[in-house]
């Protein structure tokens, strides 16, 4: 099990379910585990009572339906399906409406979704935060500086009871990166990667747990854009301006080099 997550850390992210189809029919004994702990890329289903898309993931999904934060429903149609309390699918609602405005700004389009369920024990919930942004769509894709491309964000946050006003945030956060450029003046690049980290906070529940959470997905997707950037672009631009200078860069590069 523990070389079968060491493989999957590094594996491009749009070869992660062919490389878990693979590992799952290796160790069929673990596909609890598996399944549990490796972020799949994230699919979209249209929800087709709200005529909204919403994300797909093990978060939302009982048996092979999956259900919508828009109408509450199952697609395909479920009898017994798990929902929410009704006091969590308030906060569920309201989570979605806000994490909306939040992707706009951030992000400038994209989907995004929230889902909410209790703790085995019912001392508290875990609330999951989803963000997809196809960049072959908008933004520079649809300029034609990308062939393909994509953002998904994962948000996982186990929030714990309220103790004399106080709650115990433990947040999980995974990006998934993939961009691929196919043009005449750029040639044929790929670049993807994955990135987790996790953040742990005592909070005041006295403005609410949404608001704390939200806090805290900014914080840490702000940290992990910024390792991303440093580590993805940074090393991969260092690399080619090594390997092959720019151009402007050469007449003052060659005339030292001929120099014994």
């Given at each position: 099990?523990?070389?079968?997550?060491?493989?999957?850390?590094?594996?491009?992210?749009?070869?992660?379910?062919?490389?878990?189809?693979?590992?799952?029919?290796?160790?069929?004994?673990?596909?609890?585990?598996?399944?549990?702990?490796?972020?799949?890329?994230?699919?979209?289903?249209?929800?087709?009572?709200?005529?909204?898309e919403f994300i797909l993931c093990e978060y939302n999904r009982d048996a092979d339906s999956y259900r919508s934060p828009w109408s509450n429903k199952f697609h395909p149609h479920l009898e017994d399906g798990m929902y929410p309390s009704e006091e969590l699918r308030k906060l569920e609602v309201e989570a979605n409406e806000v994490f909306?405005?939040?992707?706009?700004?951030?992000?400038?389009?994209?989907?995004?979704?929230?889902?909410?369920?209790?703790?085995?024990?019912?001392?508290?919930?875990?609330?999951?935060?989803?963000?997809?942004?196809?960049?072959?769509?908008?933004?520079?894709?649809?300029?034609?500086?990308?062939?393909?491309?994509?953002?998904?964000?994962?948000?996982?946050?186990?929030?714990?009871?309220?103790?004399?006003?106080?709650?115990?945030?433990?947040?999980?956060?995974?990006?998934?990166?993939?961009?691929?450029?196919?043009?005449?003046?750029?040639?044929?690049?790929?670049?993807?990667?994955?990135?987790?980290?996790?953040?742990?906070?005592?909070?005041?529940?006295?403005?609410?747990?949404?608001?704390?959470?939200?806090?805290?997905?900014?914080?840490?997707?702000?940290?992990?854009?910024?390792?991303?950037?440093?580590?993805?672009?940074?090393?991969?631009?260092?690399?080619?301006?090594?390997?092959?200078?720019?151009?402007?860069?050469?007449?003052?590069?060659?005339?030292?080099?001929?120099?014994?």
């Amino acid at each position: 099990m523990e070389g079968a997550m060491g493989l999957m850390r590094r594996m491009p992210p749009k070869h992660t379910q062919t490389a878990l189809s693979a590992l799952l029919s290796l160790l069929p004994d673990h596909s609890a585990d598996l399944l549990s702990q490796i972020d799949q890329p994230l699919q979209v289903l249209c929800d087709e009572d709200s005529g909204k898309e919403f994300i797909l993931c093990e978060y939302n999904r009982d048996a092979d339906s999956y259900r919508s934060p828009w109408s509450n429903k199952f697609h395909p149609h479920l009898e017994d399906g798990m929902y929410p309390s009704e006091e969590l699918r308030k906060l569920e609602v309201e989570a979605n409406e806000v994490f909306t405005v939040y992707r706009d700004q951030y992000y400038e389009g994209g989907i995004s979704s929230v889902y909410l369920w209790e703790e085995d024990d019912n001392e508290g919930f875990v609330a999951c935060f989803l963000i997809k942004k196809d960049g072959s769509k908008y933004a520079h894709g649809k300029r034609g500086y990308l062939h393909e491309g994509g953002w998904e964000a994962i948000h996982v946050i186990q929030v714990g009871p309220d103790e004399e006003g106080m709650a115990h945030y433990c947040l999980t956060s995974t990006i998934m990166l993939s961009l691929t450029t196919d043009s005449d003046t750029s040639g044929t690049f790929n670049l993807s990667g994955s990135i987790r980290r996790q953040m742990k906070a005592e909070l005041s529940v006295e403005d609410g747990h949404l608001c704390n959470m939200g806090k805290m997905i900014e914080e840490l997707e702000g940290k992990l854009r910024n390792q991303l950037d440093q580590v993805y672009f940074g090393k991969t631009k260092e690399m080619v301006c090594t390997l092959r200078p720019p151009s402007e860069l050469l007449p003052m590069t060659l005339p030292d080099s001929r120099n014994p």
